[in-house]
């Protein structure tokens, strides 16, 4: 069965540094998201991608945020200048033209800032 | 922010026996609404989901009820197995552009005990 995979699985950077976390959404897939989940709370929407634009994007999502599709298979959030509360879970998802309500998910990224 | 709530934040249940997760909502706009299953190092699985034309969709042993008037929603799982132990998290999406953008509840843990 297709899935959705994130690299790395945790990252650990210092507050300041930039990461770029990975995603591989599903391949025949149009619409790709970056959610987030602070420990303890609740998943956030932070943007969706469709047709190698942001579609819409969330108030958490700003400038220091922003994401890429390099190439036909890759999906990358960057993060600029790392926060100490920017430390959570993010997820990827993707999902197809017919039924794009249904997101699916990859296993996440727990990003530590120190 | 608080327009999806899961006002349980678990709910333990015998095998065999129903299970029944709540939400409620308060945006008249979300036009979508799903339920996700988590489990602990995984990202969010898509379970089932109901539009807003509708007040029932069943899936085997999943059954989601919409009670729009009351802006509430609930998961039924008849029979509870241990292997649905899982959070749950309640989801109300609104159409952007052809995609789905969710808001999620803080998720409801379920213990399905044998």
């Given amino acids: 069965e297709p899935e959705v995979t994130q690299t790395p699985s945790h990252q650990v950077t210092q507050m300041g540094q930039e990461v770029i976390l990975r995603c591989v959404p599903i391949s025949n897939h149009l619409y790709f998201y970056w959610y987030r989940q602070?420990?303890?709370?609740?998943?956030?929407?932070?943007?969706?991608?469709?047709?190698?634009?942001?579609?819409?994007?969330?108030?958490?999502?700003?400038?220091?945020?922003?994401?890429?599709?390099?190439?036909?298979?890759?999906?990358?959030l960057k993060i600029r200048s790392t926060k100490l509360e920017d430390s959570a879970m993010y997820f990827c998802a993707s999902s197809g033209w017919d039924d794009s309500y249904e997101q699916y998910f990859g296993p996440g990224t727990r990003l530590t800032v120190t | 922010d608080q327009q999806v709530k899961q006002n349980s934040p678990s709910l333990s249940v015998q095998e065999g026996r129903i299970s029944i997760l709540n939400c409620d909502y308060t945006n008249s706009m979300f036009d979508y609404f799903l339920w996700y299953k988590?489990?602990?190092?995984?990202?969010?699985?898509?379970?089932?989901?109901?539009?807003?034309?509708?007040?029932?969709?069943?899936?085997?042993?999943?059954?989601?009820?919409?009670?729009?008037?009351?802006?509430?929603?609930?998961?039924?799982?008849?029979?509870?197995?241990?292997?649905?132990?899982?959070?749950?998290?309640?989801?109300?999406?609104?159409?952007?552009?052809?995609?789905?953008?969710?808001?999620?509840?803080?998720?409801?843990?379920?213990?399905?005990?044998?």
């Fill in chain 1, 38 to 76: 602070i420990l303890g709370q609740k998943v956030e929407f932070l943007v969706s991608f469709y047709n190698n634009e942001i579609s819409e994007k969330s108030e958490i999502f700003d400038d220091q945020f922003s994401v890429e599709r390099p190439d036909g298979s890759n999906f990358t």
């Fill in chain 2, 38 to 114: 988590k489990y602990p190092a995984e990202g969010p699985t898509f379970l089932i989901s109901i539009s807003s034309i509708k007040d029932k969709n069943e899936d085997g042993r999943f059954t989601v009820f919409l009670n729009k008037s009351a802006k509430h929603l609930s998961l039924h799982i008849v029979p509870s197995q241990p292997g649905d132990s899982a959070v749950y998290f309640c989801a109300a999406s609104r159409t952007s552009g052809g995609s789905y953008i969710p808001t999620f509840g803080r998720g409801t843990s379920l213990i399905v005990h044998p």
